[in-house]
């Protein structure tokens, strides 16, 4: 069982930066996968970025490629998300994932452990 708590969401204006975290509970953190998500009103939620257990692949959406940084550090049991060059159509709750065994890892279907959300918005 893991317990994710998403913080560092907030408003700023477009061109800002932030960066998002992800705390983890349990020992088996470094052993996840981990993942953000985001869901815009009225919209599906979508992948945003992953990583692998080592941190040694990141993976990326097509719309944040470029603009946003996924990374993680396990002796913190800590997940990021750097944000830079934001845009209002970023503005959405953002989420984070976690799963031992996932494989398609831009499903959110393949996640099973989420965190509550934190909410970003993106003024023009």
């Known amino acids: 069982q893991v317990q994710l708590i998403e913080s560092g969401g907030g408003l700023v204006q477009a061109g800002g930066s932030l960066r998002l975290s992800c705390a983890a509970s349990?020992?088996?953190?470094?052993?996840?996968?981990m993942g953000w998500f985001r869901q815009a009103p009225g919209k599906e939620r979508e992948f945003v970025a992953a990583i692998s257990w080592d941190g040694g692949r990141t993976y990326y959406g097509d719309s944040v490629k470029g603009r946003l940084t996924i990374s993680r550090d396990n002796a913190k049991n800590t997940l990021y998300l750097q944000m830079n060059s934001l845009k209002p159509e970023d503005t959405a709750v953002y989420y984070c994932?976690?799963?031992?065994?996932?494989?398609?890892?831009?499903?959110?279907?393949?996640?099973?452990?989420w965190g509550q959300g934190t909410q970003v918005t993106v003024s023009s």
């Open positions: 994932a976690a799963d031992p065994t996932v494989q398609a890892v831009r499903l959110r279907e393949a996640y099973r452990y």
């Open positions: 349990g020992r088996t953190f470094g052993t996840y996968t």
